[in-house]
């Protein structure tokens, strides 16, 4: 267990850091407590000093608005009630009773993974129950700590009454968290004041309690630079040699099918089998062993027994290999098998990597596109890896790669991300992952990039683990840990992989998005609205369209029509005898200087309500094709084709969806996914991240 360090040696540490802390003494007795207060010469706070109480308050160990004339009688009533309960009692601290006001809380926590972090929120004995607290991972700065407590009921609470306090509340924060703060610079794991009590004369800690740092914990969080770590791992996402080893000529193994996919998906480097039982495999002439292959193989696939792979990580290292990827699942722990090589390794327990650039792929062929984009996937668990890859194709995705990187024994999530930067192939990354062990490298890291980084994670319910020896620890553990240090880091954490797939539609299609006004364009007025209020929570705006837009469209208006945004046109009123209308009335909005983006959306079930099955088809591809070749300048589209899900309308959509692709337009299935899309988009711009692929 941590080491509690007494209240008054951390009031005086609070106060050299410039900590507003209310000054405290300690007394070891009820005549020392009393010598004190008479010193004061005002009523006192009187609080229990013991190790094993945390929570002094809940345990009846404060004493508040004591005279001193009766602090030596009420100290020595407390001492001998809380050792009568078994509690190792010190003392108590006695200092000068502060006016109230609003309680904060200010704290700071090395926490597992993420390092040292920042919490601000309500506090007082509440703080948990009232769930009001954010958190920063340190380095702060006095921007980092003004979006902190404006991100608050309390903070946004002490800017409108107490505005002129507001600088010392950041300034307080900074002295905590920054980079000559006290978190970074003492040896403490924890500090916590609670309450900070506000008031309109000033800011004071009344109340303040800290660990010390463990001799063992590591306190150094470098990051991973972004030049050394696509020069050590290009040969592994990019390679241009690749060793199998554990080929097999049995077709249900894992080493017939690495040698095997690589022959069929054209892999345009060199393949090296390793088998001393078979002469060639696929038509690949075999290697007997690891010691007759070249030197420096940029890649090694390993599907061998657990057992085996360390003294095979040893035998490729010594041979010189670059990189490995081990694809067998509960192997010995492998960074110790390659320490004090240069060999680096992604796995274990992994289904494998897919570049279109160099001709791999980790599923079928037959279902991977060999088509090269920018969008980079580096996922934990191989089912999301391949999900992703399949679904993609289908969509119309190009990647750069997609890796199943499994346990992450060696290679880290940080040093893909920082690979991802340096890659001049990857515009955008996504990251499925499962544990925290890098997330404070990960984000710190992803907040100096210019790249999207889109974060799915799994295993969000204890995101921070932290023992509770503060209110800051405790909370800690909550999964608001990860999604604040997210935020801060401008990292876009979706739910699901519906939402990645949607999110790495937009990237591709759209790229970004360079204003919060959305136009919602399409045939049905009910989905108009429910666009309107999902696109709040994205603070995206349905603006006013201006007069000359309003005057093009006004020869669109018939009955049931709507030419405000949202704009709603009824299906029969999107084409005549002479055409569709579609691609006009979308050009016009696109046009309009206070239009940042534009969701278009068609109800199918309409249009077979009004005509049979193949006049429908004809008219929905008519429709459709006319919004697909508007003249929509640099005004990202988003295109919503709603179905019905019959059959007929499901296959529409999917014939749909490739020529849409062709167009360079981001297509959905319903109006929310298209928005959430935009506004994830946009949110990420906003961040300064954008992807500079839109239309490709």
């Known amino acids: 267990m941590s080491r509690r360090l007494r209240e008054d040696a951390v009031r005086d540490l609070a106060i050299s850091y410039g900590v507003p802390a209310n000054a405290v003494t300690f007394a070891a007795t009820a005549a020392e407590a009393e010598r004190v207060a008479r010193d004061l010469g005002r009523p006192v706070a009187i609080k229990l000093v013991a190790d094993d109480v945390i929570h002094k308050s809940k345990a009846g160990g404060v004493l508040l608005g004591v005279a001193p004339e009766a602090v030596a009688d009420r100290t020595r009533e407390l001492l001998d009630t809380q050792r009568g309960n078994g509690i190792h009692a010190r003392g108590v601290t006695v200092e000068a009773m502060v006016d109230a006001g609003i309680e904060a809380v200010v704290g700071g926590l090395r926490a597992p993974g993420f390092g040292p972090v920042v919490m601000f929120g309500h506090g007082g004995v509440d703080i948990e129950t009232l769930d009001d607290v954010v ?128 022959v069929d998906f054209g892999f345009s480097g060199r393949i090296l089998p390793v088998s001393a039982k078979n002469a060639e495999l696929c038509g690949v002439p075999t290697v007997a062993a690891i010691d007759d292959l070249p030197e420096d193989v940029d890649r090694a696939v390993i599907a061998l027994p657990a057992a085996a792979v360390p003294d095979t990580l040893h035998a490729l290292a010594d041979r010189g290999t670059r990189t490995a990827h081990v694809y067998t699942a509960d192997t010995p722990p492998l960074a110790e098998a390659i320490t004090g090589t240069s060999l680096r390794v992604l796995g274990p327990n992994c289904i494998g990597h897919y570049t279109p650039y160099e001709g791999m792929t980790m599923i079928s062929p037959a279902a991977s596109s060999d088509d090269p984009g920018h969008l980079a996937v580096v996922s934990q668990s191989g089912t999301y890896a391949g999900d992703i890859l399949r679904r993609g194709t289908e969509l119309g995705l190009r990647f750069s790669f997609v890796s199943s990187v499994g346990n992450c024994d060696d290679v880290s999530p940080a040093e893909l991300l920082a690979f991802c930067e340096a890659d001049p192939r990857t515009r955008a990354a996504v990251f499925y992952l499962e544990d925290d062990r890098w997330a404070g490298q990960f984000f710190r890291l992803a907040r100096t990039m210019t790249k999207p980084v889109v974060l799915f994670k799994g295993g969000r319910t204890a995101a921070g683990g932290a023992a509770a020896a503060s209110h800051t620890g405790a909370l800690a ?35 970004s998005v360079d204003g919060d006004n959305l136009a919602l364009v399409g045939s049905g007025g009910g989905v108009a609205v429910v666009g309107a209020d999902r696109a709040d929570r994205w603070a995206l705006q349905i603006g006013s369209l201006s007069e000359t837009t309003r005057g093009r469209l006004a020869k669109f208006d018939a009955p049931g029509s709507s030419l405000s945004n949202p704009i709603d046109i009824p299906v029969w009123s999107l084409f005549d005898e002479s055409g569709s209308f579609t691609g006009e009335i979308v050009g016009a909005v696109a046009d309009d ?18 005509q049979a099955v193949e006049p429908g088809n004809k008219l929905v591809w008519t429709l459709t094709q006319d919004i697909l070749e508007s003249r929509r300048g640099d005004t990202p589209v988003a295109l919503v084709l709603r179905s019905g899900l019959d059959a007929n309308q499901d296959d529409v959509v999917r014939q749909l969806r490739p020529v849409a692709a062709s167009a360079g337009v981001a297509m959905f299935d319903s109006v929310d996914r298209a928005i959430d899309a935009l506004g994830a988009v946009r949110w990420l711009t906003r961040h300064g991240k954008t992807a500079g692929i839109g239309g490709s």
């Open 477 to 511: 553990s909550d999964p608001q840990l990860l999604a604040d240090a997210a935020r801060q880091a401008g990292v876009l954490l979706v739910d699901g992989l519906d939402q990645v797939m949607d999110v790495l539609t937009a990237l591709q299609f759209i790229g």
């Open 135 to 262: 958190f920063a991972l340190a380095p702060i700065n006095a921007d980092d700590a003004r979006a902190m407590v404006s991100s608050t009921r309390l903070g946004r609470v002490i800017e409108k009454r107490f505005p002129d306090r507001l600088g010392e509340v950041i300034d307080a924060l900074v002295a905590v968290g920054g980079p000559a703060g006290m978190l970074l610079n003492e040896q403490i794991t924890e500090v916590d004041f609670n309450p900070v009590v506000i008031t309109s004369d000033r800011v004071v800690a009344v109340d303040a309690r800290a660990t010390a740092l463990e001799a063992a914990a590591d306190t150094a969080l470098r990051l991973p630079d972004p030049a050394r770590a696509f020069e050590a791992l290009r040969p592994a996402i990019y390679p241009r040699s690749v060793a199998i080893i554990g080929a097999s000529a049995d077709e249900r193994k894992m080493g017939y099918r690495a040698v095997r996919s690589l």
């Open 593 to 610: 200087p206070a239009v940042d983006a534009i969701c278009a959306f068609l109800d199918l079930g309409t249009v077979y309500d009004m």
